[in-house]
């Protein structure tokens, strides 16, 4: 760099703004299914598990018929996509690192955390544009 100038590293926005819904709905979710501050508004400990409605066993049952059904996960799946995006926008050259968590969290956060196709989908997209972007 000539004349003191510094390198600014573009922040990428984009994955940011996607991860950081995905958490907050992951949170939101993950609270809503386990019944933490919302008074069991979902049923609880087992949520939407026991519904019956729309789709029979898929739906009522789900991963939850195998064991797999922890809503407490997409509270702490939230958690950690929130400080992953938190971490793309402050420190934009570790980008592919925290892209990584993004993703892995998010889907997994689909298959046993039951926060939602949408959220997962939103942070496996921010998490690998994240991967992907280049500054």
């Known amino acids: 760099m000539s004349n003191g100038q510094m390198q ?3 922040k990428p926005t984009v994955p940011f ?12 979710a993950g609270g809503m299914m386990a019944g933490f501050g919302w008074g ?12 019956q409605g729309m789709g029979g066993w898929m739906w009522g049952r789900g991963m939850h018929a195998f064991g ?6 997409g509270v702490v799946a939230g958690i950690v996509v929130l400080i992953g995006a ?3 926008y402050v420190k934009p050259e570790q980008r592919r690192s925290w892209g990584l968590v993004i993703l892995i969290i998010s889907a997994l956060d689909v298959l046993v ?4 196709l949408l959220a997962g989908a ?6 690998a544009m ?3 972007a280049k500054l």
Not at 40 to 47: A, F, I, K, L
């Open 8 to 10: 600014t590293t573009e």
């Open 17 to 28: 703004v996607l991860s950081l819904l995905a958490g907050l709905w992951m949170l939101g």
């Open 40 to 51: 069991g508004m979902m049923g609880g400990q087992y949520g939407m598990a026991h519904w």
């Open 68 to 73: 797999m059904s922890w809503p407490w996960f």
């Open 86 to 88: 938190v971490m793309l």
């Open 113 to 116: 955390g039951m926060g939602g």
């Open 122 to 127: 939103l942070g496996v997209v921010g998490g």
């Open 130 to 132: 994240a991967m992907a």
